[in-house]
Nanobody, 119 residues
């Protein structure tokens, strides 16, 4: 079972930027970010193949968020720009055998990191 360690959450004003990092204990085929806002279900944010270049985004974050790997190819990144109060949520890193937009396809999950965007 791969273990995922997230970091990078925090408090930011609307319009600002944050970057989330996720380090897997071992390389995996597909990785994704999900988020869960207070009182809401967890939702898909972005995903990518670890060894490829294809990326996938929720419509709500397309053009503002970027999922990528760092130069050393050992950390998954989520660069979040033009943040809105609606982006406030706990963000989770997930890993699985194939890229998907539903959480049931990802057996491994990080502990979550809080992002708060103030108006």
């Amino acid at each position: 079972q791969v273990h995922l360690t997230e970091s990078g959450g925090g408090l930011v004003q609307a319009g600002g930027s944050l970057r989330l990092d996720c380090v897997p204990s071992t390389p995996t085929i597909a990785m994704a970010w999900f988020r869960q806002a207070p009182g809401k279900e967890r939702e898909f944010v972005a995903a990518r193949h670890w060894f490829g270049i294809s990326t996938y985004y929720a419509e709500s974050v397309k053009g503002r968020f970027t999922i990528s790997l760092n130069n050393a190819k050992d950390t998954l990144l989520l660069q979040m720009n033009s943040l809105k109060p609606d982006d406030t949520a706990v963000y989770y890193c997930a890993a699985g055998p194939k890229v998907a937009t539903t959480e049931d396809q990802y057996p491994a999950w990080g502990q979550g990191t809080q992002v708060i965007v103030s108006a």
